[in-house]
């Protein structure tokens, strides 16, 4: 089940959250199934009354834990906003894979 969350009472206000990630750097990338994408990205994504948007796109690893703060101003006043992370993988036998451990998010501001 989604979660919701309501900006419309809100002046400013952005996303925070802890991560871990994993991205393989240069690792031969198989040929992407069709209609999808061939990229080992992490993306998170706002959709807005249905509408997906994409806020951030990490490509890169991280050796331990950190923040991410990412500006949601642009958005108040939506009523209907979702969260979205997600990872783009096309891993074939023997290539490692990308991992995203997501913690801590929170949706601050006044």
């Not at 002046?11 to 992407?32: E, I």
């Not at 990229?39 to 050796?63: E, K, M, P, Y």
């Not at 036998?93 to 991992?99: E, K, Q």
Request: glycine share 6%.
């Amino acid at each position: 089940m989604a979660k919701h969350f309501d900006l419309s009472d809100k002046s400013s206000c952005m996303l925070m959250f802890q991560n871990k990630r994993y991205v393989p750097a240069s690792y031969p990338l198989p040929t992407p199934l069709q209609g999808q994408t061939n990229d080992r990205r992490c993306h998170v994504l706002l959709i807005v009354q249905g509408t997906a948007i994409s806020l951030a796109t990490f490509s890169n690893s991280t050796s331990d834990w950190v923040t991410e703060t990412i500006p949601l101003t642009p958005y108040v006043g939506a009523s209907d906003v979702r969260l979205g992370f997600k990872i783009y993988q096309h891993a074939t036998s023997g290539s490692p894979s990308t991992t995203w451990h997501i913690d801590d998010i929170t949706i601050v501001g006044n």
